[in-house]
């Protein structure tokens, strides 16, 4: 596509071309000269000859409309844009507006800079609304000037403009390139000069900041987010669709600003935000509806782990599961993304919400929606020519049911039984959508977990093993197989029919090139499925499993600077060695002195988990032979860490310690003495005492349990009286 001249007719006419257009947005951007051209007459259009073509300023609001208009749809237009500096272009525009210039031509600037930047932070994201995929160009490209735009907030005080339409384009603006903490903080702090000065103002260094100035301009959510209140509660709907979309990215993850939104006054006649959002989820505007509901779950969320324990206000949130339940029966697709969506980010880690969802019903009406909407037949066929909302739809209503399943084994039983949405699930597991496919292995995950359904119908179906083929996949996008792996996790464990299955069609090679090749989540999931294949196992699998990993390796790995890696080869050694055998085979495979070197390591840890999985190791290594257990008693440095354990460590820590210590002296008597000399049998002592609490390891690694309260730890204690009955009944004076 060429357009030699740029007047306000030819750009009206490209305009009305490329709207819905991919094709012609397409062949527009492969014109980089005429991107450029485009780009350049935000600021310096070209001169205009008589009234028929329009203005100079005529042209800057055209330019800007095409520009909006090619934003999304293509990622050959979106990288032309940007290596146009067209978002730089478009903040060097909205900053030299004068107040005589044209009415129009702000507001087409504004909604420019929306429409760019919405595209922009689509790619970076992380997603809103299901998932896409990107070249690793476009990406880093899009990140940059994410950031410039982040960092320059120019745009900010254009929320006070007394133009509805500019209002609305920088809500919308905040509302879809907030993705990340970072980018959250800058908006939420951000403060006019007048209001900046006034605040540096009235700081003095010596005063507690939560002490002073409690009315300072950076409280009550800070400017902008003050701003967003006082036009949501404006009558305009449009205003308030984008305000509400507004204030719910800025509160998403935002425990301080949802506090601030949440928090309901002495004063029975104040205003409080979130009860006027929620007032909003009876909009007689479908949008405002949607909006509201996505605006109070992020602060719902965000405001529960301001409690104690974290608690989601439950009649708050049957509001937004009311608006759900309608919208999943509308007849507009994006309604319906939008509240799977909704449904996903409210009920997420909620045992409680997820219940509640489906005794309302809102499961069977998603499970239908999406039923209705995949064939299982000719599937070739039917994603030809699929519509992208369709695609988009499936995608929503998948993540909506792997959220709902996750915990309760009624639900996941429901899923596959009664509701028989496992066809459903097979087949999208091979869409050849991204999102899609994704959505499907997190329902695969979710019903793995119950092991009823492991057993049989994700057994019987064939579901199994095509999740495997995905996670096999070697060009498959690398977030379908960081899932597809967590899933996997679960299909290995020792009461799945598919382990030996998967063990023989290549399940430890391809762990070991995750291994290899992956960033930390996936490593750690690698280890995750490896210590679950080795729970409960055989010989057989113990040594083909180290044949692939090797010993060094995990030695390696249980030093790693990551502390999750840590843990997860720890509880590796923990599960080799749960029986006799297991044991001979780690002393047969490692040195004395490595071993006990790496237990050594793994009591020291500051992190409570890898001491945890080094502690049930001793415990399993008690059950071994006398000459065995020596390697506890002959490196003494063990029995001190033993000690402070005893004492620092949380009860899931202390127990397999006392375990431990158990079984030595059941086996061995005599070796009450050293185990004395560390201070171990007073401690127990103590431990057993169940009207004190004992301070034995002040300033310990574990600073906050420094003192042992048994009233909270029975189950310790109950242990530590075991011991102490073991040596009475040996005859051994305690």
């Known amino acids: 596509m060429t357009v030699r001249n740029i007047t306000t007719t030819t750009l009206k006419r490209l305009k009305n071309t490329v709207i819905g257009n991919p094709l012609a947005k397409l062949a527009l951007a492969q014109d980089t000269a005429f991107i450029h051209s485009l780009v350049s007459c935000l600021n310096h259009p070209p001169p205009s000859f008589g009234e028929a073509q329009g203005s ?219 009860s006027f959002v929620l007032s909003l989820t009876k909009s007689r505007s479908h949008d405002v509806q949607l909006a509201a509901s996505l605006c109070a779950t992020h602060i719902l969320r965000a405001n529960a782990s301001n409690s104690h324990p974290p608690t989601v206000d439950h009649l708050a949130a049957l509001n937004v599961i009311h608006v759900v339940n309608r919208m999943v029966s509308s007849e507009v697709p994006e309604n319906r993304i939008t509240a799977c969506y909704i449904l996903y980010y409210l009920v997420t880690d909620e045992r409680e919400l997820c219940q509640e969802v489906f005794d309302r019903g809102t499961l069977d009406k998603i499970a239908s929606l999406v039923k209705c909407i995949t064939p299982l037949e000719s599937r070739a066929e039917w994603e030809e020519d699929e519509p992208e909302s369709t695609i988009r739809l499936r995608e929503a209503c998948l993540t909506a049911i792997a959220t709902i399943a996750l915990f309760d084994h009624e639900i996941k039983r429901d899923v596959a039984d009664n509701l028989q949405l496992l066809p459903t699930i097979h087949t999208s597991l091979s869409h050849k959508n991204v999102g899609v496919r994704y959505a499907a292995c997190q329902c695969v995950r979710a019903l793995s977990r119950a092991v009823a359904v492991l057993r049989t119908n994700v057994m019987d179906t064939g579901v199994g093993l095509t999740l495997f083929k995905v996670f096999k996949k070697q060009d498959e996008d690398p977030r379908v197989t960081s ?44 280890l995750w499925a490896m210590k679950n294949l080795l729970r409960l196992s055989d010989m057989a699998i113990k040594k083909k499993t180290m044949a692939a990993l090797t010993w060094a390796l995990l030695i390696e790995l249980s030093i790693d600077p990551e502390a999750a890696i840590q843990e997860q080869a720890f509880w590796i050694l923990r599960n080799i060695t749960g029986d006799p055998q297991g044991i001979d085979y780690v002393f047969e495979s490692m040195s004395q002195d490595i071993l006990a070197m790496t237990l050594m390591t793994g009591l020291d840890s500051s992190h409570e988990g890898v001491t945890r999985q080094a502690a049930f190791i001793l415990a399993n290594l008690a059950n071994g032979s006398k000459s065995q257990q020596d390697i506890i008693f002959s490196h003494p440095h063990i029995l001190e860490s033993m000690h402070i354990c005893m004492a620092d460590a949380k009860s899931e820590t202390r127990c397999p310690i006392v375990a431990c210590v158990h079984d030595l002296l059941a086996t061995n008597p005599k070796r009450r003495q050293e185990l004395n000399d560390t201070g171990i049998i007073s401690t127990l002592r103590h431990m057993c005492d169940m009207t004190s609490a004992v301070s034995v390891s002040p300033g310990g690694r574990f600073s906050n349990h420094h003192h042992i309260h048994t009233e909270a730890d029975v189950e310790a204690a109950k242990l530590a009286r075991k011991v102490l009955d073991l040596l009475d009944r040996s005859g051994v004076e305690v």
């Open 56 to 274: 100079q300023d005529d042209i800057r609001i055209e330019a800007a409309h095409v520009i909006a208009s090619i934003s999304y749809g293509s990622e050959e237009a979106l990288i032309s844009l940007l290596r146009a500096n067209a978002l730089q272009a478009f903040i060097e525009a909205l900053s030299t507006v004068k107040p005589l210039d044209p009415p129009g031509l702000k507001p087409a600037f504004a909604r420019g800079l929306k429409r760019l930047s919405a595209a922009v932070a689509d790619v970076v994201g992380p997603s809103q609304l299901g998932l896409r995929t990107w070249s690793a160009q476009l990406r880093a490209e899009a990140q940059a000037a994410l950031n410039y735009l982040l960092e320059a907030n120019i745009y900010l005080p254009l929320l006070a403009s007394p133009s509805t339409q500019i209002s609305i384009s920088i809500a919308k603006l905040i509302a879809s390139t907030i993705r990340c903490e970072d980018h959250r903080n800058a908006v939420v702090d951000w403060l006019p000069l007048a209001e900046r000065l006034k605040e540096i103002k009235g700081k003095r260094g010596w005063e507690r900041p939560d002490m002073v100035n409690s009315t300072a301009p950076s409280r009550q959510g800070g400017w902008v987010v003050r701003n967003l209140i006082t036009l949501m509660q404006k009558k305009d709907l449009k205003l308030q669709e984008a305000s509400l979309s507004a204030i719910a990215a800025l509160s998403q993850d935002n425990p301080p600003v949802a506090g601030v939104l949440a928090k309901a006054s002495h004063d029975k006649d104040s205003f409080v935000p979130l």
């Open 483 to 526: 899932v597809a792996l967590a899933t996997v996790c679960n299909l290995i464990t020792d009461f799945s029919p598919l382990r030996p299955t998967l063990l023989e069609d290549g399940l430890l090679p391809r762990l070991m090139q995750l291994l290899e090749n992956g960033d930390t989540e996936i490593r750690v999931n690698v």
